[in-house]
């Protein structure tokens, strides 16, 4: 297993995405399951292998992401292994913030 170190990543939201599918009609807001495999994604293209989220603890969505926004996700290692705490903010404000507990899973390459 590879050690975790901090990893950050930006993004548009993208308002063609099939998440804002009927979430919701006419007032389009990113669900806090998208975000929270935003920085699942973010840890598997750290290159430590697809994580298998296990636990999450202090989540706290503060803020609505609508299409179009400009995101940043930070990912920084917890004391022991496998843990790690994350934030993503727009702009000056907090968007989502919290802690996640992931066991990573080998990458299985076919021949």
Same mark, same amino acid.
């Given at each position: 297993?590879?050690?975790?170190?901090?990893?950050? %990543?930006?993004?548009? /939201?993208?308002?063609?995405?099939?998440?804002?599918? +009927?979430?919701?009609? &006419?007032?389009?807001?990113? $669900? *806090?399951?998208?975000?929270?495999?935003?920085?699942?994604?973010?840890?598997?293209?750290?290159?430590?292998?697809?994580?298998?989220?296990? %636990?999450?603890?202090? /989540?706290?969505?503060?803020?609505?992401?609508?299409? +179009?926004?400009?995101? &940043?996700?930070?990912?920084? $290692? *917890?004391?022991?292994?496998?843990?790690?705490?994350?934030?993503?903010?727009?702009?000056?404000?907090?968007?989502?913030?919290?802690?996640?507990?992931?066991?990573?899973?080998?990458?299985?390459?076919?021949?």
């Amino acid at each position: 297993m590879r050690t975790l170190s901090q990893h950050q %990543a930006r993004l548009t /939201v993208d308002a063609a995405s099939p998440w804002f599918s +009927g979430h919701f009609p &006419d007032n389009p807001i990113l $669900p *806090g399951v998208a975000q929270l495999k935003m920085v699942v994604d973010l840890l598997a293209a750290s290159g430590c292998g697809r994580p298998h989220l296990t %636990a999450l603890s202090r /989540v706290k969505f503060r803020r609505l992401v609508r299409p +179009g926004e400009v995101l &940043d996700i930070s990912v920084t $290692p *917890g004391e022991t292994e496998g843990r790690c705490s994350f934030a993503i903010t727009c702009g000056d404000d907090d968007v989502c913030s919290g802690k996640m507990l992931f066991t990573p899973t080998e990458r299985v390459t076919t021949t």
